[in-house]
């Protein structure tokens, strides 16, 4: 089960990053294709713009949901960066143990709302905000999953990567 998981994983990340740069490419042709309409044509058309924002929500959220990784993520760490290992083991596991109370004391709600959502459809497209905002549902699960994950492995001894200033990069 485990090298099924291993092999999978990758192959998962990579996916999500293809996803992640579909919608991208989506809300670059929708935004070219708003501006000929505009411009061009002298037709301005509504539903790119709507296009645009939602594909913009679901990227953020997909993006921070599953491309993104820890090391990756923005932070004030001056205080993390300038501490040894035990010490950064412990900031991890109380900020994951924080983390973890406060998505999960909001997920109820968070899954109220969206569920509630059902009764609104966008102006243009027509599309449920329920479907629209289930993408936050996604990122919340996700985001509990990641800091349990990332909470155990700090319980067993694993601290978190050191960070080195002078190799920051873009993520690449």
Known sequence: MIAWVRHMGPWLARRAENVAALMLALMFLAFLLQIAFRYALNLPIGWTHEVSVILWIWLVLWGASFVIREREEIRFDIIYGAVGPGPRRIMCIITAMILIALYGTALPAVFDYVT???????????????????????????????????????????????????????GV
């Not at 509630?116 to 699960?141: A, G, H, N, P, Q």
């Open 116 to 170: 509630f959502m059902k009764v609104e459809k966008t102006s243009y497209l027509k599309i449920r905000f329920d479907w629209l905002f289930s993408i936050y549902l996604v990122f919340v699960v996700a985001t509990i999953i990641r800091y349990i994950c990332l909470a155990w492995q700090a319980m067993r001894g694993v601290a978190p990567d050191e960070f080195d200033p002078t190799k920051a990069s873009s």
